[in-house]
């Protein structure tokens, strides 16, 4: 299908795609990788009369080693992500949940900046990001930078902390070097969304649960945080029916969608079955 | 023609690379959407966005006035020469048929049927200005659940007074080929076993790959209309009969066509709309649809219940079957419709000795997308029903399910068998195919680890499921069509000349797409006339070319256009006989054929058939008063149809914890007859294996309650890739068909005919034991997590449709 007219520009540097964004307000809208907007523009579901690029910008993209955390520039892809040695080390849970990301071809085109702003409650960038506590930084109109905790930058359905006239440049994720990481993603037929996914990742010590962060996929509005029960996990041994009985309440509280895969109850259960296999594989390996 | 008995067949069985596929997959194919002529306009349709609406006004006003737009229609401004489009099997003759308009006028029946038409300079254009038509809808109660439905209290077109179409019967005591059922199932309730169960057959949507396209180029003597079409000659018949042009003055062409499956087999308002459209603005024009049309406006497949009941003794005899179907067209009855449930009528029986048949299909009118054919069209179904049937019962009698179909089914030495369907089937051998899949696929071995499996509680349980299928194909024996009141014959036309350079030139009246004619074909053709397989092409899918024809579906092109084939090769070589005596100054009756040469009896003389061809094209030294021509057709009518069978075997992992089923392992040992092309066969099983696959597990076009197609795309609409299937085991065996010369039969459809049942078979065996009975396809992991939880429950097991969904 065909998208409605638009105009088009590539800037070069962050400065002028906010000046561009300043310039055209709420008719313009940012374009990363195209592989949720174009879909969108395509069926007609929204028609921005200017579309602002931001493939040119180089200093976009990129992994570096920050010391602490990693530093993803938004506009890399899903691919670079996926296979990146630092990402690999530091952050396997990223690498591992990126990897899930639809097929190649959209993940060769798909950014993960892109991702995460786009904030699809089934995407899965964004429960690993919120599981290792990553700080999203915005450039705001002006020229200043503002850094955003995960809790903070997921608000609702397709809504983050980024502002209209404001773009999400890079995406620092804390160094959690030596952790062993799962996702566990559920899906009836391959390169489908998450009807639920589960992001664990576990230091372990001996056997034993040190310390655990997991977060949901698709259990509601946003990625979820299961503090609770990173809690219950702490110096628990990394058994099945340890674990078992530790996630058992992971669910609660949660509204999840329904929809053809299965309705809220059905994805609650699914939760806490997902979540103890996670848990498990990420401690044991 | 001895041909086959002489010398070994060279080209018949070998598994040749598809000569299309080098133009296929390096993108050198031609495709309707691909056809650009000189001064073309485009269409973009408007589209109702309600299942049932009064259309009570329509401002094309802005879109007119948009840039390079050239006009817009609307119901308003057409006249007769649009014509309707028309239903051309009515099943009964008291069926209700609804006026199928080209455009609604005052009234929508389904969300995506087209209340207005753009015409435009640009694809964009059009679009755009599309979304400039203001509708104004007033929106009426929609009939939407089948089971609702057939009880009219809302209709799907209040004019008709009624939703239920037709009611189709056959009853084996009234025909006189068994016995009442009603007698049986009374005996058996007081003697035996009943099995009572209602089967739910989802709707699915055919999901070819090239979305359909259609160009209409109104300039010249003839109107020529390329359309992405699985059936050239009936579209350009049905554009004569209802449009008023006369048919030589229509060429209808299917280009490259990228897959079908039944889909489009279709005679579409799009095609119509682009074909009136082109005579009123004088200029080629063009639609292709969207994949978010094609998925509300192409017709869908399947959607029945299934009432069923099945009597036998204690031992296991199956005494009777009575099926009760209700069927839903959509809003209006397609092309063949509702016929697509009575080709099922004929196939509950299956491969079994059923002494006493009662079928009923009642056909009902619903406000959602119409239905038709889809690959197997009415075989899948009631294979389906009676394969879990025969598991059900076996159940039920504590017997092993193969054990249970053989004391049942029709033993080698029994054929020819006439059934209680009253059809003949003239070979197979069930027995053969059983042993060999059980070997193949390690039937004792994975019971073992099933039962291992179940002993220790692992919660990841092992099912096999079991599809003992025949189908009836090779569409179709005219008489039968006749008495079936289908508005066609069921032949096949084929023609064969031989050029002056010794190349031969084929047109048949099947028209492929994406099954691999040009190559299957090419090797009969080779064999016939002894001549290399290079040197032979395939002409299809235009009327001007291939001259006369019934196009492809219902796996009829080989066993029924490749016999047109056969007979009208045959009759080059004799036509090239009297021309051979007389170059070799021999008697006629001293001339023998064989590969490729006529020789003379007992010597070394002989001449080539090119040579032959040569010798016609100078016609300088021919016999006196012989016709300078060894060309030849044929035009052939099945005397029968054609009953390929075979034995599936499917075990699935059910992990009981989320219900996800996973396939472990799939062998199936089909008996298609002799096997023309392996490589071409083990495709289309492989094909048709996936599509029935998709149906027990992932496919399901459900609409809302307010008639909108919920899995309107393939984020919802699950159509499963490689990634999803595993490596098939596919193996097979050979009695060749006694009607045909070749003893070929269909292999089109056997895959999706067989597998469903075989999956949800193999789903329902690893929970049996916790107490389910059923569960609705498409089997989701939600559901069948939900029919666990409520046998463990101690619930009856079974799901509804919206169970967990
Ligand atoms: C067939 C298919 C299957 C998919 N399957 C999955 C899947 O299984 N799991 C999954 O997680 N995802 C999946 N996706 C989505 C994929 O991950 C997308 O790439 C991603 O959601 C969006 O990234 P993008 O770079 O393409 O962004 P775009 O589509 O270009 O943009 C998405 C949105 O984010 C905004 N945006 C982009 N960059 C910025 C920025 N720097 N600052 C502010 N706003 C910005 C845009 O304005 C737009 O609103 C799938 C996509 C397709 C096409």
Redesign the interface.
């Known amino acids: 299908?065909?998208p409605?007219?638009f105009d088009y520009a590539a800037p070069t540097t962050v400065d002028e795609a906010l000046a561009l964004l300043a310039e055209h307000g709420e008719d313009a809208k940012l374009i990363a990788g195209g592989q949720s907007l174009l879909p969108v523009l395509r069926?007609?579901l929204n028609a921005p009369e200017f579309v602002i690029d931001l493939g040119r910008i180089d200093a976009l993209r990129g992994v570096r080693d920050d010391g602490g955390a990693l530093v993803v520039g938004a506009m890399t892809t899903h691919a670079t992500v996926a296979t990146d040695p630092l990402i690999a080390q530091h952050a396997a849970l990223v690498s591992k949940a990126v990897r899930t990301v639809a097929d190649a071809q959209v993940r060769n085109r798909g950014t993960f900046g892109g991702a995460l702003a786009h904030a699809d409650p089934a995407g899965d960038v964004g429960a690993p990001a919120l599981a290792l506590g990553a700080q999203f930084v915005i450039a705001e109109q002006g020229g200043g930078r503002r850094t955003v905790d995960a809790g903070d930058f997921f608000v609702d359905l397709f809504e983050t902390a980024i502002g209209e006239d404001e773009l999400l440049t890079e995406i620092r994720i804390p160094k959690h070097t030596g952790w062993g990481a799962h996702y566990e993603k559920?899906v009836?037929?391959?390169?489908?969304?998450s009807?639920v996914a589960v992001a664990a990742t576990v230091r372990a010590e001996g056997g034993t649960i040190a310390e655990a962060r997991v977060a949901l996929t698709n259990m509601g509005a946003t990625p979820l945080r299961a503090t609770a029960v990173e809690e219950l996990l702490r110096g628990r041994p990394a058994t099945e029916d340890a674990i078992r009985d530790a996630v058992s309440s992971v669910a609660d509280g949660t509204s999840p969608p329904a929809?053809?895969?299965?309705?809220a109850d059905?994805r609650r259960?699914?939760a806490r079955?997902?979540t103890r296999r996670a848990v498990l594989t990420a401690a044991t390996g | 023609m001895t041909v086959t008995a002489d010398r070994p067949a060279a080209e018949i069985g070998r598994d040749r690379r598809r000569k299309e596929d080098r133009r296929l997959i390096t993108g050198s194919s031609r495709y309707t959407d691909n056809i650009v002529l000189p001064g073309m306009l485009h269409l973009a349709m408007v589209r109702s966005p309600f299942a049932h609406a009064r259309v009570t006004s329509i401002d094309a006003a802005e879109a007119k006035a948009a840039a390079n737009v050239v006009a817009v229609y609307t119901a308003a401004d057409l006249d007769e020469s649009a014509g309707v489009l028309i239903n051309a099997w009515p099943i009964t003759p008291d069926q209700v048929t609804p006026v199928h308009p080209v455009l609604a006028a005052d009234r929508v029946t389904f969300a995506g049927e087209i209340v207005a038409v753009v015409v435009a300079r640009s694809a964009a254009a059009a679009r755009d200005a599309a979304e400039l038509v203001d509708v104004d809808y007033d929106e009426l109660p929609a009939a939407l659940d089948l089971k609702e439905a057939v009880q009219d209290t809302v209709l799907a077109h209040p004019d008709l007074g009624t939703n239920k179409s037709a009611l189709w019967v056959f009853d084996s005591a009234a025909a006189g080929t068994g016995g009442n059922v009603e007698d049986a199932i009374t005996a058996a309730r007081a003697d035996g076993v009943v099995i009572e169960r209602e089967y739910r057959q989802n709707r699915l949507i055919p999901a070819f790959m090239e979305p359909r396209s259609v160009v209409v180029d109104p300039t010249g003597e003839q109107l020529t209309m390329w359309s992405a079409t699985q059936v050239p000659h009936i579209v350009r018949f049905a554009l004569a009969a209802t449009t008023g042009v006369p048919e030589n003055k229509i060429r209808v062409i299917a280009p490259d066509v990228g897959g079908g499956f039944g889909g489009k087999l279709q005679v579409t308002p799009e095609e119509w709309l682009a074909w009136w459209i082109a005579r009123q603005v004088h200029k080629p024009v063009k639609y292709t649809e969207t994949r978010s049309e094609s998925m509300i406006a192409a017709h869908h497949g399947r959607d029945q219940w299934q009432k069923l009941t099945l009597a036998a003794t204690k031992d296991g005899r199956v005494t009777g079957l009575k099926v009760e179907l209700t069927a839903d067209l959509g809003s209006y009855v397609a092309i063949v419709g509702g016929g697509v449930p009575v080709l099922g009528a004929f196939m509950f029986n299956a491969i079994y000795k059923i002494p006493a048949y009662h079928f009923a299909c009642q056909t009902v009118l619903t406000n959602k997308t119409w239905t038709d054919a889809y690959r197997g069209a009415g075989r899948p179904e009631a294979t389906f029903a009676i394969e879990r049937l025969m598991s059900d019962l076996a159940d039920e009698l504590g017997m092993d399910p193969l054990e249970l179909r053989e004391k049942n089914w029709i033993t080698h030495e029994e054929f020819p068998f006439t059934t209680v369907a009253g059809l003949e089937y003239d070979s197979g051998n069930y027995e053969a195919a059983t042993a060999s899949a059980k070997k193949f696929f390690g039937y004792d071995e994975l019971r073992a680890e099933q039962a291992r499996r179940r002993a220790a509680g692992d919660p990841v349980q092992l099912g096999i499921g079991i599809s003992t299928f025949t189908e009836m194909c090779g569409l179709a024996p005219s008489r039968v069509l006749g008495s079936l009141d289908y508005g066609a014959g069921g032949w096949e036309h084929a023609s064969v000349r031989m050029l002056a350079t010794g190349k031969v030139e084929v047109a048949t009246g099947t028209s492929a797409h994406g099954q691999g004619h040009e190559t299957a074909f090419s090797q009969i053709v080779a064999d016939r006339l002894g001549v290399p397989f290079e040197d032979v092409e395939i002409l299809h899918g235009d009327t001007q070319v291939s001259v006369k024809g019934l196009d492809t579906y219902g796996s009829r092109s080989l066993v029924v256009g490749g016999e047109a084939l056969v007979k009208a090769a045959d009759k080059v070589v004799e036509k090239a006989k009297p021309v051979a005596a007389h170059l070799l100054e021999a008697a006629v009756d001293d001339i023998e054929f064989q590969g490729g040469r006529f020789g003379v009896k007992g010597t070394d003389a002989g001449v080539t058939i090119q040579e032959v061809a040569g010798a016609v094209f100078t016609a300088h030294n021919l016999p006196d008063g012989m016709e300078p021509s060894i060309d030849a057709e044929a035009t052939y009518d099945p005397i029968n149809f054609n009953y390929p069978h075979g034995t599936h075997l499917c075990a699935v992992e059910v992990d009981t914890e989320t219900g996800q089923v996973r396939l472990r392992k799939y062998t199936c040992v089909d008996d298609v007859g002799t096997i023309v092309n392996p490589l071409i066969v083990e495709g289309q099983v492989h094909g048709g294996l996936a599509q029935g696959i998709a149906q027990a597990l992932y496919e399901d076009a459900v609409f809302d309650d307010a008639g909108t197609l919920v899995s309107g795309s393939f984020v919802d609409y699950l159509v499963p890739s490689a990634a999803d299937l595993i490596s098939f085991d596919a193996h097979h065996a050979s009695t060749p068909a006694t009607t045909n010369t070749l003893g070929t039969k269909g292999v089109g459809e056997a895959g999706t005919i067989a597998s469903t049942p075989a999956v949800v078979n193999a789903v329902l065996d690893a929970v049996r034991q916790f107490g389910v009975e059923d569960i609705v396809m498409p089997c989701s992991p939600a559901r069948v997590y939900a029919a666990i939880a409520a046998a463990r429950a101690g619930d009856t097991g079974t799901t509804t449709e919206g169970a967990g969904a």
């Not at chain 1, 009836?188 to 969304?193: D, E, G, K, L, T």
């Not at chain 1, 929809?259 to 309705?263: K, S």
């Open positions: 299908m065909i409605a007219a069926l007609r559920f009836r037929i391959a390169q489908q969304w009807i929809d053809l895969n299965g309705d059905y259960h699914l079955v997902l």
